[in-house]
Structure formats: structure tokens, C-alpha cells
């Protein structure tokens, strides 16, 4: 089959291109990243690059595709991420519609179907607008928090020895491997067994902050690591003035989120909607790679 892949070579989409090209299939890789394309190629892929916002580069980049995996690029330094969000979901299905795509991998989240609702008032719903498409068969991928998030922490916990969020550290957390996403969307697009509308939790593990801040100072030899409790100001200041958020995005999809996690309201939503945990990539061996860029950072200084 042709496939194109959205999402540059990020931690989703490079796995789900190897896994692809290895049971035979061609795949083409969107980035916008020109200096991505020898290291695409590498790998055996095609590269597309071009902006998503770009219809006209969409449409063609879809054209002759057998199968598309869609994902929005989490770029939360834009001024307006749900303007953002809805050109791309839109370009998407249009495209997708104008070129007759038949068979689509949607990388949604678990927030998608609280998307409005009081918790995640400003949310988007990441799937609406391809479920609108006649005859599509789309799969809805829906992962919780990303292992690959805590990276994010990096020099908060060799500065400080904390991390955290909006929650405290008794809260539970479902969370996912990036991995666990690329290996259930591969299965997926090989397999062309979806039909009609679908929707698949991917649920690798479920953790307090206190047990990931336990199983990530043992790894990085820092037993005293500790998960506190940010409140939505300091949380919001934070992801402002030192991430690099606008404060649209860090509002609705971070400081939001992380009050739907300490409400309960997404372990609820995910304990009526779906069966345990599917992926197979537990939190204590994510922690022990986690070590590994640890120690890679801090001899880089």
C-alpha cells in the first residue's frame, strides 16, 4: 500500500514509518522540516515537505495514498492553538474527501470525547470533522498523557529535584507510550480491517505522581525526587514565560487538562468507555530510558 504519514519523524510517526516499510509497504513522511528529508530517505521513506496549514500541500501530498495517518502537530507556541487545530483537522478532510483516501489512522486523546464539556470548555475534538466524511473508514487512536511529556522536566528535576503538575501526587495518571500509539496504528493501517467510524484507547499505564516521581528518581539515582503540586497560576506562568506556551495553548490543553486529571473526570470517562490497559509498555521501563537521557543531558552541560 501507499501511505503517508503525517508528523515529521516525531516519537509516533518515525516508529510507525519503520514498522510500516518493514512489512513492505510504501510510505511517504510530511514534515515541514526541509533538513528531515535525508534522514526520511534514510529510512527508505518518501519525503513531503510542507506546511499542513498549506491546503493546496496537503491535497497533494495525499493524492494516490491508500492509507493516511493524520495528527496535529503539537506546535503550542502559536498565538491561537484552536485556530490552529481546526485549519489542520480541516485541511485534513478536505483533503482527504477531494483525493477519495479511503482508509484513515487518526491520532485523537482521550480529551476528544470530553472535548466542550465543563472541564475542557475549550478543547477540540479532534475527530468530529473526519467522522462527518461519508463512507471513510477512520480509526481514532485516543492516548492519555505522553511518557515522552516528562522529558519536558528535564532540568526542573536537576535543578530543583521536583517535578509536577496542577495535581497532586496521590492523583492517579493515565499514561502512554508513544510506542505503544505507533505499533497500534501500524497494526491498523497493515491489517485494513476498519470499517466505518472506530475508536481505540491506548492506555499503556496508570500512575500517581508520586509513584512516577519514585520510579524516576530511583532510575536517575535521585531517590528524593518529589512530585509537587503547582497551582493553575503557577502552572500557566510557567508554560508562559519559561516553556515558551502561548497562553491560549497552555491554558486550554495543559492547565485544563491537568484539572480534568485532579477532578477524576478522565479515569472515570476512560473506566466506562473502554477495557484495561492495552499497551505494553509499563511506566518502570519507560523510567529506566528516561535515565539514559538523563545522563546524556547532563554530560552535554
Known sequence: MNITLTGSL?????????????????????????AKVSAIELLGAKAAIGSVEDYDFVRHTFQGADAVYTMVPPDFSVPDYQVFTRTVRHNYAQAIRQTGVPLVVNLSSIG??????????AYENLEEELDRLPGLNVLHL?????????????????????????????????????????????????????????????VSDVKTGNEVAQLLGTAIGRP??????????????????????????????????????????LTKHYAQNTQPVVGKRDFAAFAQVFAGIYAYAGAKK
Open 142 to 202: 485516543r492516548p492519555a498523557g505522553f511518557y515522552s511529556n516528562f522529558y519536558g522536566s528535564l532540568n526542573l528535576i536537576r535543578q530543583q529535584g521536583i517535578l509536577g503538575n496542577n495535581f497532586d501526587g496521590t492523583v492517579p495518571m493515565l499514561l502512554t507510550d508513544p510506542q505503544d500509539i505507533a505499533d497500534a496504528a501500524a497494526q491498523a493501517l497493515h491489517a485494513q480491517r476498519i470499517q466505518g467510524s472506530q475508536v481505540l484507547y491506548v
Open 10 to 34: 516525531g516519537n509516533i510517526s518515525r516508529r510507525l514509518a519503520e514498522l510500516l516499510l518493514a512489512q513492505g509497504h510504501t510510505v511517504t513522511v510530511v514534515s515541514h522540516n526541509p
Open 112 to 121: 476528544s470525547a470530553l472535548a466542550g464539556t465543563e472541564f475542557l470548555p
Open 224 to 265: 528524593d525526587l518529589q512530585w509537587v503540586a503547582f497551582s493553575d497560576e503557577q502552572l500557566l506562568h510557567t508554560l508562559v514565560h519559561q516553556a515558551g506556551f502561548s497562553k491560549d495553548a497552555a491554558q486550554h490543553y495543559i492547565v485544563d487538562m491537568g484539572v480534568a486529571i485532579r477532578e477524576g473526570v
